[in-house]
């Protein structure tokens, strides 16, 4: 058995509000990304990694992963997905994309859920210089409607059911304030 070298990621557990995080493909991702729109009244939202449960959500700081290499990051969320009962696992922030036909990368809130049968959303808005939404609403794609996955993202239920990787959590004894 292979460990990788030991990141701190900041987590939290929750209750899952299914009227907050619905059980709907479309809808959950809907939710997200309403959130992350809220979010950027208050600045940039940080990417984070939310991971979905029928009872409970677990979510996570992408900011340690974020400094760590693409099979580094990739294994970790995998672990994450490798969990037992996960439903689905988000990836949401404001995030670098690459956006076909377009030189660069840009900042864009960002928002790609992964489900163990292949299914994925995604949903992306650009951000102009001044941190502010460009255009109406998302660009929503799913796998249900034959698009493309988007590169970069998705493969972690996979790669966890063909390595067996799983997380481990250390939980905190003293609360943090």
């Known amino acids: 058995m292979t460990k990788s070298a030991g990141l701190k990621l900041r987590g939290f557990v929750g209750k899952r509000d ?7 493909d479309d809808a959950l ?5 309403e959130r992350l729109t ?37 294994r970790y969320i995998s ?15 404001a995030l670098r994309v690459r956006r076909q036909g377009v030189d660069g990368n840009h900042m864009a809130l960002s928002v790609f859920i992964k489900w163990p049968d292949n299914r994925w959303w995604s949903g992306w808005q650009p951000l102009d210089q001044d941190r ?5 609403g998302p660009t929503v794609r799913t796998a249900l409607d034959g698009s493309p996955r ?28």
């Open 79 to 93: 672990a994450m997905a490798g969990g037992d009962q996960v439903e689905c696992v988000a990836l949401l922030g």
């Open 150 to 177: 988007p590169s970069g993202v998705g493969g972690w239920f996979a790669f966890a059911r063909r390595t067996g990787v799983q997380l481990r959590t250390h939980r905190a004894n003293t609360p943090i304030h």
């Open 132 to 136: 502010k939404l460009v255009g109406e």
């Open 29 to 33: 991702g809907q939710a997200l990304f």
């Open 18 to 24: 299914t009227a907050a995080y619905p059980v709907d």
């Open 38 to 74: 809220n979010a950027l009244e208050k600045g940039m939202p940080a990417p984070a990694i939310f991971v979905f449960y029928s009872g409970q959500i677990d979510r996570y700081s992408m900011v340690p992963l974020l400094q760590a290499s693409r099979p580094i990051r990739h």
